[in-house]
């Protein structure tokens, strides 16, 4: 067998170069805080090619259990995650990530509560983190607020709310994402005479204090209404404006119960739908400082944690009206368009199930409770779906970030993933020079991270795409991961009992969740059980079992990739990502083992 080298050295090239900080002097919009750049949900991106309605996935990780959101500045990828342990407490994790490779560019762990709620559990962080030039800020859900160098992770300052600052932990915990005004950090504090405070964002110290009464969990939303910067506030059941330069309250009005992820902003107007019972929605108008209701309904819009986006006179958003956490059943919850000046249904898409969605170059990008990506057309006159994508498997409450025409969704489990939906997916894996990156463990010490531990991307989303590989079926959904085919043989027709269309079939020794991949005349399949994971070689063009080796115990869910001479097999144990790499050959190993925390 006669194989060029060339592929293999390329990869492994990658793993050793590839945790870096992209320079990035010149660079497309970012997506830097909770629903974007103006947080209204709406991408101003432009000229980056055309939109691809089918989008293509660059790259996968993992970063532990949470609701909070992906944001994007500068090249970097930020989120936080959970690890419960074996009590009530675990470690949350802020991640930096390439953006463009999904690579861990640093790490900052420390302990913290691993659930806060009055009746419905759900884990780990609930705030977006914030990005404001070449600092981010995060907040966990038990008070921690942390603000880092962006670059290298590096502790500028930190907070804890309840000791420091007199807050409560609200009933879910802290949910709100920071806002960044000025040289002013704002978010939900929940002490006894303030729901928000106005922080010094270089040191955190408090500078005022804002709206009394309880808070939401939503977040602050900046506006110019009446031709003045203002807050625009969740809290004690109403909705508040606050003077951005001098703190003082503008109005107040009542609303229709709590909004969790807050009102949605288009001018003077704001769109208000409450949570969790179908206490009403309605939008408000302010003018000259006086709040008066444009319009209101009882019963027809109920939020739960989905947000709602305005868009040329239409809100567009999730009618959850009829569904509760409770009861899990968000088959009765319909993707509505409003008039937002009369609150006129112009259309319903019914069964959309809860979700939460972006606006992007006039299409709707919808991300479904059960995992699917939806991309439709955004428009009152009726709904237009483009296209339907199978993102993660399990749950997702998080809404989709969007930066140099690329997608950023994660689940609730851990999962994050980047899809390009502009222009022509590259087809190499930047190489640069490596970046020291930085892991901070909960003690405090700064630990020198190696590229071994801090690759949490998958094996099979950073294989190079070369026009060898084309010929063959080197990884799950083909080569490039793209799905597509390019053989012409194929039969229109086969029929496992009478034979037709099938060259052989064979019993694969153990179950599994995994797809074959096929590499120079050989298909490859992982199975296991409770005691045992294993990967099989069989003969492609007899079928024939040539070898089955036994790798460790775990769940066999993911394909193994074909390079060259070279098999990779990964599994997942407890919270670390285990890749062996075998011969094709003889099945030997290990060549070496990639371990990613």
């Not at 074996?86 to 900052?108: E, H, M, N, Q, S």
């Not at 368009?337 to 972006?358: F, H, P, Q, R, S």
């Not at 027709?493 to 991949?517: I, M, R």
Request: hydrophobic share 40%.
């Amino acid at each position: 067998m006669e194989r060029s080298h060339t592929v293999f050295r390329r990869l492994v090239a990658f793993f050793l170069l590839a945790m870096t900080v992209v320079n990035s002097a010149v660079r497309a919009d970012s997506w830097p805080q909770w629903l974007g750049p103006n947080r209204n949900g709406i991408s101003s991106e432009k000229n980056y090619g055309s939109f691809l309605c089918e989008p293509q996935q660059r790259w996968r990780a993992s970063v532990g259990v949470a609701v909070c959101s992906v944001v994007v500045s500068k090249g970097l990828a930020f989120t936080v995650g959970h690890t419960r342990g074996p009590g009530k407490r675990g470690t949350d994790a802020v991640y930096c990530l390439d953006a463009d490779t999904g690579v861990v560019v640093w790490k900052f762990v420390y302990d913290c509560l691993s659930c806060h709620t009055q009746d419905v559990r759900f884990y780990g962080p609930r705030s977006t983190p914030t990005v404001d030039g070449d600092t981010v800020f995060t907040l966990s859900l038990e008070d921690h607020l942390f603000c880092f160098e962006a670059s290298t992770g590096k502790v500028i300052w930190s907070k804890e709310l309840p000791k420091d600052l007199k807050g409560r932990i609200p009933v879910y915990g802290y949910c709100c994402s920071p806002l960044v005004y000025g040289d002013l950090l704002i978010l939900e504090l929940n002490a006894e005479e303030a729901s928000y405070a106005a922080l010094d964002k270089s040191n955190g110290t408090v500078i005022r204090q804002l709206a009394g009464g309880n808070v939401t969990c939503a977040s602050p939303v900046l506006a110019e209404i009446d031709g003045v910067d203002c807050f625009v506030l969740m809290g004690g059941g109403a909705v508040v404006g606050v003077n951005a330069g001098t703190g003082m309250e503008l109005w107040r009005h009542r609303t229709w119960g709590h909004a969790w992820t807050g009102p949605a902003v288009c001018g003077n107007k704001i769109f208000v739908a409450n949570t969790s019972l179908p206490r009403g929605c309605g939008t408000i108008s302010i003018d000259h400082g006086r709040p008066t209701i444009m319009w209101e309904d009882r019963k027809k819009f109920q939020s739960l944690h989905c947000n709602s986006i305005i868009c040329k006179g239409h809100i567009y958003g999730t009618d959850n009206t009829g569904t509760d956490y409770q009861g899990k059943d968000s088959k009765k919850s319909s993707l509505k368009c409003l008039e937002l000046d009369t609150g006129k249904v112009k259309w319903v898409e019914k069964k959309m199930g809860w979700a939460n969605l972006i606006l992007f170059d006039g299409k709707l990008v919808i991300l479904r409770e059960t995992g699917e990506l939806v991309i439709a057309e955004a428009g009152p006159e009726g709904y237009e779906e483009l296209s339907r994508t199978k993102v993660f498997g399990g749950q997702s409450w998080t809404v989709p970030a969007l930066a140099d025409g690329k997608l950023y969704c994660r689940d609730n489990s851990g999962d994050v993933v980047c899809y390009q939906l502009r222009g022509t997916p590259k087809d190499e894996v930047r190489k640069e020079e490596p970046a020291h990156a930085k892991e901070e463990s909960a003690n405090g010490q700064w630990v020198q991270a190696t590229p071994a531990q801090d690759v949490t991307t998958t094996i099979e989303s950073v294989l190079p795409f070369t026009s060898e590989t084309q010929t063959e079926w080197p990884r799950f959904r083909g080569p490039g991961g793209w799905g597509n085919a390019v053989f012409t043989n194929i039969p229109a027709s086969f029929d496992l009992k009478t034979g037709e269309g099938v060259l052989w079939k064979a019993a694969v020794p153990l179950e599994g969740q995994s797809s074959p991949v096929v590499w120079d005349k050989r298909v490859f399949l992982a199975g296991a059980n409770k005691k045992k994971c294993e990967v099989c070689c069989f003969d492609a063009h007899s079928g024939q079992l040539s070898w089955r080796r036994a790798v460790m115990a775990a769940p066999a869910n993911a394909a193994p990739v074909a390079n060259d001479d070279i098999l990779f097999a990964g599994q997942h144990r407890s919270q670390m990502a285990v890749t062996f790499m075998l011969s094709l050959e003889t099945a030997m190993w290990p060549a070496w083992i990639l371990q990613a925390q």
